[in-house]
């Protein structure tokens, strides 16, 4: 952790701010801590009556210093943009998460290189789940495997990449320290016990919310040095993935 990490976990905690916006008050204030602690009306018309308002309200409510303790408590690590440890390759992308919550070896994520992406269908069928499987334990001898712990496809890429004792990251749409979904708990705990790592950008404590989901697909496309996409139909989060590989020129 830096100085700076309380004032950036703070900020990932509104809903509101996110990588973009965040961004932007980066370039202005040159360090979260700065940017925190200005009350001023620079920061209203930054973010606008209603995001300002929330975050005055959280300050009220919350001290970011006790924010990291509780953190440290629960074993949850941390690591916010620009820091030590923050993947390159996900600060290099259009909207990089303002912070990355884990639980388990965090070191994973920094070498590209060694991480490929398996994702598909919920609704995975035999053939589907054939492939990922088979696929998941080849690669896994040379990559890391990432995945989302979905139903279907994500959690057999998981799965076969323990079983042939490869290191996995699992990539949440919710809360770092919420297992969705909660058939997958035994799975979730594996991949930790293993020495693989489970991963969040939305901060600890929040609950499944369906856009979410789009953010933790650009994770994992951005983590990889390649994705593979085992069956997905034309509107799904698969699908959505693949079109963030291929605007990362994965």
């Known amino acids: 952790m830096t100085p700076d990490t309380p004032y950036a976990a703070a900020f990932s905690h509104i809903l509101g701010i996110g990588p973009m916006t965040y961004q ?8 979260p801590k700065m940017a925190y602690e200005d009350s001023s009306p620079k920061m209203q ?38 820091a030590p440890g923050y993947p390159d390759q996900i600060g290099q992308l259009r909207d990089p998460a303002i912070c990355l919550y ?14 490929f992406g398996i994702v598909g269908t919920r609704a995975a069928s035999s053939y589907g789940r054939f492939i990922a499987e088979s696929i998941a334990k080849d690669l896994s001898r040379q990559f890391t495997i990432v995945s989302g712990l979905a139903l279907g496809i994500d959690s057999v890429a998981h799965r076969a990449t323990l079983d042939a ?44 919310q369906k856009g979410l989901f789009v953010a933790r697909n650009s994770i ?18 698969s699908l959505i993935t693949a079109k963030y590989a291929a605007e990362q020129g994965r």
């Open 45 to 82: 018309k930054i973010l606008g009556p209603k995001l300002y308002g929330e975050l005055m309200d959280w300050k009220s409510k919350n001290n970011p210093i006790a924010l990291i303790d509780g953190l440290v408590k629960k074993n949850i690590q941390i690591v916010e943009y620009g």
């Open 24 to 31: 932007y008050i980066l370039n202005i204030y040159g360090s």
């Open 220 to 237: 994992i496309s951005g983590l990889s040095v390649g994705v593979l996409i085992v069956e997905g139909a034309i509107s799904s989060g």
């Open 165 to 208: 004792r490869g290191k996995t990251i699992a990539v949440l749409g919710c809360g770092v320290d919420i297992v969705y979904p909660a058939e997958h708990r035994g799975l979730y705990h594996d991949i930790i016990k293993s020495g693989g790592v489970v991963i969040s950008e939305f901060p600890p404590g929040m609950t499944v």
């Open 102 to 115: 884990g639980f388990g070896d965090m070191d994973l994520l920094v070498d590209q290189q060694k991480i």
